[in-house]
Structures are given as C-alpha cells and as structure tokens.
C-alpha cells in the first residue's frame, strides 16, 4: 500500500484515537500503510514521528491523523536535511560484515582504499559505472553480483561466476560488450544467496555502492565523488 501513497506530498490519513507511545504509532501505522514498519522515532521537530517503512521516512503526529510522504524535513536554523541524515544512518551497514567471499575481488595499487557494490550484469548505470572503476588507483572493488533486471541478469551472473578469472569476465562484458559464453553450472549459490541478502539490505536498484564507513550510495555517482567518498571513508 505504501507505494500507492509515494507520488502524495501529503497524505491525510483518519482515526484521531490517541497513541500512548511509539509502539502504539507503529502498531497504528502499519495497520493504515499494510506494510511492516522498521522504526518509529520522534523527529524532534513540531512533534512529528519519524517512520521508517520499506525504505522510506514518513512522518506522523502522535495521534496519527496526517502522515506526511515523499517530503524532506530541513532544519531551518542549520539549514541540514534532517532526512537525508537519517537516511544515511539508518542504512548504513558493518563493511566487515559483507559477505566479501561472494564479490568479485578486483585489487589495484596498493589497495588500501575499499568498496562494494550490487550490481546486475544488464544494468546500463553499471556498465558505466564499471568503467570508472577501472580508472581508480589504490583501491579494492568488491563486486556483488545482484542479477534482479530479468532472468538473462541471471544467467549472465552465473556464468561470469563460472569463470576461471570473474574479474576479467565482468570487465569484458561490463566494459567491451564481450558477452560471457561459458559455463553456469557450477556451484552458483553465491548469486542466490546474493540476491537474498541483497533483499534483506533493501537494495531495490542497482548499481547501489557502500563505502568502508558503512555509507550505502544508491544509483551512480560521478568518479570524482567516488574519488572523494574513498578518502574520506579510509
């Protein structure tokens, strides 16, 4: 249901009982939205509660008579998205705690700066994404791959998992458009098992990219700010 209200700024949603505390306002919200609500937290600004709920901020009055969808909540005075601040950190993850056995590992100078990203082997912001990767320095690239466009995403994964080097596999398609033409049949698990955990991080799009801080970066981003986002996560 939730998806049905994103494209409102304003949503005005009826039942005026009052709500005793945040589980009240959870129990309340998903009964309204027919999704699961991860967390509910007050925002600290004009008594709304912040929502959190399939990957997206809501924001609610205690006695949850409006909801508030798609909006950005800024701090006037500081002039911060509070919103965006949330979003960091409420998606943020433990690098040490990526699964880097499943990734493509593709290691370049010294390789002290670290990242991974999804990626779905048709997807056209990560072909060019790969390229830009390939212009780092001094960098280790875990590669997930996260087939979820259709099921010739799949079959492209697990042959470039069957590859005897993936790393050039991914590379020659990715970037010269040599589509993969070996085997699929090996141990493939890894790319189900990516796709699992991938869904249990919320990841819906890809390319999506997370830094040695834990910082998720959905969609593309330009190399200089990769380059920047590196630096600053060492």
Same mark, same amino acid.
């Given at each position: #249901? ?11 949603? +009826?039942?005026? @009982? ?6 009240? $306002? ?12 991860? =967390?509910?937290?007050?925002? &600290?600004?004009? &008594? ?6 399939? &990957?997206? +901020? ?15 909540? $800024? ?11 949330? #979003? ?29 990203? +999804? ?37 492209? =994964?697990? @042959? ?13 398609? #990715? ?13 493939? =698990?890894?790319?189900?098992?990516? @796709?699992?955990? &991938?869904?249990?991080?919320?990841? =819906?799009?890809?390319?999506? #990219?997370? +830094? ?23």
């Amino acid at each position: #249901m939730l998806k049905h209200l994103l494209p409102l700024s304003f949503a005005m949603v +009826f039942g005026a @009982q009052a709500m005793a505390d945040e589980t009240d $306002i959870r129990k309340a919200m998903e009964a309204k939205l027919g999704t699961k609500v991860e =967390s509910v937290t007050k925002s &600290g600004y004009m &008594g709304l509660y912040e929502v959190y709920a399939d &990957g997206q +901020f809501l924001y609610t009055d205690e006695k949850v008579t409006t909801i508030i969808v798609g909006g950005q909540l $800024i701090d006037a005075k500081t002039m911060k998205n509070v919103t965006d601040e949330r #979003m960091k950190k409420l998606t943020s993850i433990k690098f040490s705690e990526l699964p880097l056995e499943r990734a493509i590992k593709q290691v370049r100078g010294d390789g002290k700066r670290i990242m991974a990203t +999804f990626e779905d082997p048709n997807c056209g912001y990560c072909k060019r994404l790969a390229k830009d990767l390939l212009k780092l320095d001094n960098v280790t690239v875990y590669t997930f791959l996260y087939p979820i466009l259709s099921e010739d995403s799949v079959r492209k =994964s697990k @042959q470039i998992w069957c590859s005897s080097d993936r790393a050039k596999a991914w590379n020659d398609w #990715m970037v010269e458009g040599k589509a993969p033409a070996g085997r699929e049949d090996c141990d493939t =698990s890894a790319v189900t098992k990516n @796709q699992e955990f &991938g869904r249990k991080l919320n990841i =819906s799009g890809t390319p999506t #990219m997370f +830094f040695a801080d834990g910082e998720r970066v959905p969609g593309a981003m330009p190399l200089p700010r990769i380059e920047q986002k590196l630096g600053a996560a060492k």
